[in-house]
């Protein structure tokens, strides 16, 4: 499946929206468009009053590029050599009709929703001429590649404000609701510390701590508005799995795992599932295990092809997980792929840099980022993983080069790396927007 670019469409102003007019919103192709990337960037395309967007042939050069990804950049130019840009313009100031594509259906100041909402993963319902997004420019039944592409300016990292408590080998998750949640880890002793972010606001909240306190643990969010927490250890190696309600802000212990083990990774590749891989029990081991939270179960799955400790784990929304690094005697780069519905690991191409207690994160634009670790000094590396191209690419590096870090994209298009060591314990937070490009195609 594509990873798809979600859209949701409003119109200006707080109307009904009468029939003709509802039809009329549906033309998209002969509309402005505002873009949001999902990375904080907002983008207008305009025409110039010819009332129409104008794309080149599928061949051609690509009406929109350059974009500096400043929120609010207009193009106000149909010529493909020469897009002009304007800044800056935020969507109250856009006239009445004006039809906008969010990346949520949540409620927006002015505008009224049209009820249309894009998900790309097919498009067969939409009207010829409507202007698609996609996150790669692979060909698509029904669609017509207009050789246009947005690219937005990112691979950038940016300190925020520090966690309140300072840790190691702590883990990170984000549920869904706009925050990430970093918990336990170990600063002298075993904590289990619980700190809420709100990247909106920049700060970092104290919440109800675990049950058990931990380090080297794993967390992930498997789409239920919960995060779980699992494995560690606190002088054993240890199964337990705890259940966080960031509603309720309760800690709820669940079903322990079928094997104790510290330094594991987990993720949650959408399908209301969550996957605890790899870790160390007296050995370095290849476990795979599915926990079901409706059904309160942990499965044993099939193992991976690489035993190792100290991996990392993500998942970019294209239904499989995967695991990145590790040790199992010397510094690992692998990554192999695991894929749920068939319940087979694939050896992947390997990571550029070698590397254990390192993180892992996808910030919703289809690619995995492995950073941070250690392979005989701390590391601030930062690579990019393309599924599709079965690709790494090195990418600016963190400020801070550190090993045993947390890292958790809470849906804003960004990740957010946290905690760590590097000569002492560390409550550093930083924030990486990625590069995006948007390519658009047309409805046939």
Same mark, same amino acid.
């Given at each position: 499946?594509?990873?798809?670019?979600?859209?949701?469409?409003?119109?200006?102003?707080?109307?009904?929206?009468?029939?003709?007019?509802? %039809?009329? $919103?549906?033309?998209?192709?002969?509309?402005?468009? +505002?873009?949001?990337?999902?990375?904080?960037?907002?983008?207008?395309?305009?025409?110039?009053?010819?009332?129409?967007?104008?794309?080149?042939?599928?061949?051609?050069?690509?009406?929109?590029?350059?974009?500096? #990804?400043? %929120?609010? &950049?207009?193009?106000?130019? /149909?010529?493909?050599?020469?897009?002009?840009? &304007?800044?800056?313009? %935020?969507?109250?100031?856009?006239?009445? #009709?004006? +039809? *906008?594509?969010?990346t949520d259906n949540g409620t927006h100041s002015g505008f009224t929703y049209t009820g249309i909402s894009y998900?790309?993963?097919?498009?067969?319902?939409?009207?010829?001429?409507?202007?698609?997004?996609?996150?790669?420019?692979?060909?698509?039944?029904?669609?017509?590649?207009?050789?246009?592409?947005?690219?937005?300016?990112?691979?950038?990292?940016?300190?925020?404000? %520090?966690?309140?408590?300072?840790?190691?080998?702590?883990?990170?998750?984000?549920? #869904?609701?706009?925050?990430?949640?970093?918990?336990?880890?170990? /600063?002298?002793?075993?904590?289990?510390?619980?700190?809420?972010?709100?990247?909106?606001?920049?700060?970092?909240?104290?919440?109800?701590?675990? !049950?058990?306190?931990?380090?080297?643990?794993?967390?992930?969010?498997?789409?239920?508005?919960?995060?779980?927490? *699992?494995?560690?250890?606190?002088?054993?190696?240890?199964?337990?799995?705890?259940?966080?309600?960031?509603?309720?802000?309760?800690?709820?212990?669940?079903?322990?795992? !079928?094997?104790?083990?510290? &330094?594991?990774?987990?993720?949650?590749?959408?399908?209301?599932?969550?996957?605890? *891989?790899?870790?160390?029990?007296?050995?370095?081991?290849?476990?795979?295990?599915?926990?079901?939270?409706?059904?309160?179960?942990?499965?044993?799955?099939?193992?991976?092809?690489?035993?190792?400790?100290?991996?990392?784990?993500?998942?970019?929304? !294209?239904?499989?997980?995967?695991?990145?690094?590790?040790?199992?005697?010397?510094?690992?780069?692998?990554c192999e792929e695991y894929d749920p519905i068939a319940n087979t690991w694939t050896a992947k191409t390997s990571?550029?840099?070698?590397?254990?207690?390192?993180?892992?994160?996808?910030?919703?634009?289809?690619?995995?980022?492995?950073?941070?670790?250690?392979?005989?000094?701390?590391?601030?590396?930062?690579?990019?993983?393309?599924?599709?191209?079965?690709?790494?690419?090195?990418?600016?590096?963190?400020? $801070?080069?550190?090993?045993?870090?947390?890292?958790?994209?809470?849906?804003?298009?960004?990740?957010?790396?946290?905690?760590?060591?590097?000569?002492?314990?560390?409550?550093?937070?930083?924030?990486?927007?990625?590069?995006?490009?948007?390519?658009?195609?047309?409805? !046939?």
């Amino acid at each position: 499946m594509k990873t798809p670019f979600r859209i949701t469409c409003f119109m200006f102003a707080l109307t009904l929206i009468s029939p003709a007019a509802r %039809s009329q $919103t549906r033309a998209i192709g002969a509309q402005t468009i +505002v873009l949001d990337d999902g990375s904080g960037h907002l983008t207008t395309l305009q025409n110039a009053g010819t009332g129409a967007i104008t794309f080149p042939a599928a061949t051609g050069t690509a009406v929109i590029s350059g974009n500096t #990804g400043t %929120s609010g &950049q207009v193009l106000t130019s /149909n010529s493909p050599a020469a897009p002009t840009w &304007q800044n800056p313009l %935020s969507a109250t100031g856009l006239p009445t #009709g004006t +039809v *906008v594509a969010y990346t949520d259906n949540g409620t927006h100041s002015g505008f009224t929703y049209t009820g249309i909402s894009y998900d790309n993963s097919n498009g067969s319902s939409l009207p010829s001429g409507s202007v698609v997004t996609f996150l790669d420019n692979s060909p698509r039944a029904g669609f017509t590649n207009t050789g246009a592409m947005l690219t937005t300016t990112g691979d950038t990292w940016a300190t925020k404000t %520090s966690m309140n408590t300072t840790r190691v080998g702590l883990a990170a998750a984000a549920p #869904g609701n706009g925050k990430l949640y970093a918990v336990g880890g170990w /600063n002298g002793g075993y904590l289990s510390t619980c700190e809420e972010y709100d990247p909106s606001a920049n700060t970092w909240t104290a919440k109800t701590s675990m !049950n058990t306190a931990r380090w080297y643990l794993a967390a992930a969010a498997p789409g239920n508005g919960k995060l779980y927490a *699992v494995g560690g250890n606190n002088g054993g190696n240890l199964a337990t799995c705890e259940e966080y309600d960031p509603s309720a802000n309760t800690w709820t212990a669940k079903t322990s795992m !079928n094997t104790a083990r510290y &330094q594991l990774a987990a993720a949650a590749p959408g399908n209301g599932k969550l996957y605890a *891989v790899g870790g160390n029990n007296g050995g370095d081991l290849a476990t795979c295990e599915e926990y079901d939270p409706i059904a309160n179960t942990w499965t044993a799955k099939t193992s991976m092809n690489t035993a190792r400790a100290g991996l990392a784990a993500a998942a970019p929304g !294209n239904g499989k997980v995967y695991a990145v690094g590790g040790t199992n005697g010397g510094y690992l780069a692998t990554c192999e792929e695991y894929d749920p519905i068939a319940n087979t690991w694939t050896a992947k191409t390997s990571m550029n840099t070698a590397r254990n207690i390192l993180a892992a994160a996808a910030p919703g634009n289809g690619k995995v980022y492995a950073i941070g670790g250690f392979n005989g000094g701390n590391l601030a590396t930062c690579e990019e993983y393309d599924p599709i191209a079965n690709t790494w690419t090195a990418k600016t590096s963190m400020n $801070t080069a550190r090993e045993g870090l947390a890292a958790a994209a809470p849906g804003n298009g960004r990740l957010y790396a946290v905690g760590g060591s590097a000569a002492g314990f560390l409550a550093t937070c930083e924030e990486y927007t990625p590069t995006v490009v948007l390519y658009f195609f047309m409805k !046939n």
